[in-house]
Nanobody
Framework: VQLQASGGGLVQAGGSLRLSCAAS????????MGWFRQAPGKEREFAAA????????YYADSVKGRFTISRDSAKNTVYLQMSSLKPEDTAVYYC????????????????WGQGTLVTVSS
């Protein structure tokens, strides 16, 4: 499976961005799609995830109420709508896919996109 992330950029605090993650290849057997982020000098951290079916979504406390993960099954694309952005949301955002039927907020995912940079200015 190949994941292609896009949509990052520079935005002012309080603004919005939508990230996209297009999946190609053998996506059969994917149970969860997630978004992680890594700020400079920090470890990669969980932001959001959803079941491949789209029925369940999960968010880190730091983004709950501001970020929304969704999926367009026809396009095999997962989105992360980010609103009310804060400078502390500045990071490289990665999408990832997990082949096990259990959610994890650790980076124990099986395939990763290349990352897209989000910069939030104050």
């Amino acid at each position: 499976v190949q994941l292609q992330a896009s949509g990052g950029g520079l935005v002012q605090a309080g603004g919005s961005l939508r990230l996209s993650c297009a999946a190609s290849g053998r996506t059969f057997g994917t149970y969860y799609m997630g978004w992680f982020r890594q700020a400079p000098g920090k470890e990669r951290e969980f932001a959001a995830a959803m079941s491949w079916s789209g029925y369940s979504t999960y968010y880190a406390d730091s983004v709950k109420g501001r970020f929304t993960i969704s999926r367009d099954s026809a396009k095999n694309t997962v989105y992360l709508q980010m609103s009310s952005l804060k400078p502390e949301d500045t990071a490289v955002y990665y999408c990832a896919g997990r082949k096990r039927p259990s959610l994890t907020t650790t980076p124990d995912y099986h395939y990763w996109g290349q990352g897209t940079l989000v910069t939030v200015s104050s």
